[in-house]
T-cell receptor, first 114, second 111 residues
Framework: DSGVTQTPKHLITATGQRVTLRCSPRSGDLSVYWYQQSLDQGLQFLIQ???????AKGNILERFSAQQFPDLHSELNLSSLELGDSALYFC?????????????FGPGTRLTVL | TQLLEQSPQFLSIQEGENLTVYCNSSSVFSSLQWYRQEPGEGPVLLVTVVTGGEVKKLKRLTFQFGDARKDSSLHITAAQPGDTGLYLCADRNTGGFKTIFGAGTRLFVKA
């Protein structure tokens, strides 16, 4: 158990819908990262927040947005869902924001878009 | 854009055998990491290496970083069923806080 929690574990929805994935970092961690893992693209970095501020952006679509709240939990919002958005979505957290900080991954949310 | 290539893509071996998996980068690594991901779970960090030529050992796992810092290998001695999983190499990019992952080697160790 990494100490990072993600809800829900599974999510099944239809094309065109909007969903919200939630992540609670390990106690004391200020950085939260979001990743998407699909069979064809592998594990792709989406976005990083540190203490409520956006720090880095990766291959995140405009239909996707995220935020980190004052209590440090984070939410990833996915809208106008397409079949290709079906994937595992992982959240990770680390103590600080630099690359020397180990990232701890949550168990993921499996999103299925029908 | 940096690309990480891992080989082989898939490996199925018997318990007790040795194996080596590889990771090659299109550019110099900032900070090379190896992760293991088991089914239904997130990746878990195994090791971080930053110095060219560095060798690190973690029980039966030996990690080597190439002198030019563009390639790495992971050697497992006497594999066990518990080693089964997806092995991912990654570059923790110091400049932009991004982490880039390879596609992984999926290892299956049969009892």
């Amino acid at each position: 158990d990494s100490g990072v929690t993600q809800t829900p574990k599974h999510l099944i929805t239809a094309t065109g819908q909007r969903v919200t994935l939630r992540c609670s970092p390990r106690s004391g961690d200020l950085s939260v990262y979001w990743y998407q893992q699909s069979l064809d693209q592998g594990l792709q970095f989406l976005i990083q927040y540190y203490n409520g501020e956006e720090r880095a952006k990766g291959n995140i679509l405009e239909r996707f947005s995220a935020q980190q709240f004052p209590d440090l939990h984070s939410e990833l919002n996915l809208s106008s869902l397409e079949l290709g958005d079906s994937a595992l979505y992982f959240c990770a957290s680390s103590r600080g924001e630099g690359s020397y900080n180990e990232q701890f991954f949550g168990p993921g949310t499996r999103l299925t878009v029908l | 854009t940096q690309l990480l290539e891992q080989s082989p893509q898939f490996l199925s071996i018997q318990e007790g055998e040795n194996l080596t998996v590889y990771c090659n980068s299109s550019s110099v690594f900032s900070s090379l990491q190896w992760y293991r991901q088991e089914p239904g779970e997130g990746p878990v960090l195994l090791v971080t290496v930053v110095t060219g030529g560095e060798v690190k050992k973690l029980k039966r796992l030996t990690f080597q970083f190439g002198d030019a810092r563009k390639d790495s290998s992971l050697h497992i001695t006497a594999a066990q069923p518990g080693d089964t999983g997806l092995y991912l190499c990654a570059d923790r990019n110091t400049g932009g806080f991004k982490t880039i992952f390879g596609a992984g080697t999926r290892l299956f160790v049969k009892a």
